[in-house]
Nanobody, 116 residues
């Protein structure tokens, strides 16, 4: 059974940090690129960050460059999103995605709220 389980969301003050994790199981994780998306209320889902299957290349949305860092540990089949200097506009449900040419898997999402 394929699973992507996100953890680490919560309430944080502006300027604070959070680390999201996404534990994968049920498929060959090392063969998949992984991405973090987010969706704020009333807005479309947007791509936040991506990392290739080997971890050799990463990309970020302009809105999070220099503040967020995506990484993965293939031995632990886990992808991470380290978020620093959080802003109220980062408030959203964050989703983990594992993608290959033949399959596309999603986690259930974790809520991140940035508020004082």
């Amino acid at each position: 059974q394929v699973q992507l389980v996100e953890l680490g969301g919560g309430l944080v003050q502006p300027g604070g940090s959070l680390r999201l994790s996404c534990a994968a199981s049920g498929f060959t994780f090392v063969s998949y690129s992984t991405r973090w998306y987010r969706q704020a209320p009333g807005k479309e889902r947007e791509l936040v960050a991506s990392i290739t299957s080997t971890g050799g290349s990463t990309n970020y949305a302009d809105s999070v460059k220099g503040r967020f860092l995506i990484s993965r540990d293939n031995a632990k089949t886990t992808v991470y999103l380290q978020m620093t200097n959080l802003k109220p506009e980062d408030t959203a449900v964050y989703y983990c995605n594992a993608w290959s040419l033949v399959n596309d898997y999603w986690g259930q999402g974790t809520q991140v709220t940035v508020s004082s």
